[in-house]
């Protein structure tokens, strides 16, 4: 039998459909395979399985299913059919067990109580918690300082921007020292410094104690590849890769690939297609220099690569290795990438 590690959450053919609004038509029945019609498949036989300890991110483009599994893991939402386990514990019989383990901040939601300050907020909520009263404020303390809050402790909530409340609701998700912590796009809209503090925040979180576990939802490729060990790709409801962001990439790159900046004016480019191990060489010319790409076979071919070009009278300036992003992979899985407008769907 496999060694099994301690599983934060799993999900086994979990499946979620929602009922299209029907038209009213007082005067025709609707048909008997109509209601059938009627369903929505938001998430489609998710099978997922996010490891104690581990940051995990879900990646998907606008209607992927993210929210939706989100809200099932942490209760807030029935599964159609199919199981999930958080902590061990079914989402949908034990409900009343998870929820004190876990925790949910999303990015977009403006929760909280417009007539009390940002303390008191997060401090009635930490009690709501069951967090003792000294070592809520501490926590209040340390995480206002984090998103750079402290100035507004005492401002009421309904005076704050909407990427202070934002920040104040991340602090919400800390303070109650969740077990299992679920984060849909944190850093939504968020300037580039508060960002950044953030996604080291949630690094050194992670770092701290091993038994924490992470589920984080991004639009941003930079932050799923910075913060999380491994990374489900979904949409359209269906899980399409699952993997660390170093072995996706690997999958999209066949061959590896090397970018070379040459003077122009010499041809010693010619017949390097031609070495063995070269798989393929395009050459872009610019105004001031032509630019190789070459894929290969083999990476040490690219020695005799270097060799042929000198020899030949090249001239190079510059070569990097590229490396494919999570991008790439996006785009190889899902077939256009993550911020593209995707047009209506069926
Ligand atoms: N209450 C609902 N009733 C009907 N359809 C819904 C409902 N909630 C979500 N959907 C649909 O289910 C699909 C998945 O939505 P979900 O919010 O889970 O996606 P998401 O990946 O979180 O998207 P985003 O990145 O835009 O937040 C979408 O097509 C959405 O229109």
Redesign the pocket.
Known sequence: MRFMEPLAIRTEGLTRT?R?PRKRRWWSKPKPDEAEARD?V?LDQVSLEVRSGELFGLL??????????IKILTTLLAPTSGSARVDGLDVVTEAHQIRPRINMVSGGESSGYGILNVRENLWLFARIYGVPTAVAQERIDKMLGVVGLTEKATSRISHLSTGQRQKMNFCRGFITDPKILFLDEPTLGLDVTSARAIRTFVKDWMKERPDRTLLL?T?YMAEAEELCDRLAIIDRGKVLACDTPANLKRQVQKYPIYELSLAPGHRGWDGVDKLPDVHQVTTTTTPTTVELKVSLIEEPAIGAVVQSLVTGGGRILTMKKVEPTLEDVFIELVGHGLTEDEGP?G
């Open positions: 929602y299209k929505f938001a998907g483009p606008n209607g992927a299913g993210k929210t939706t599994l939802t639009h769907k």
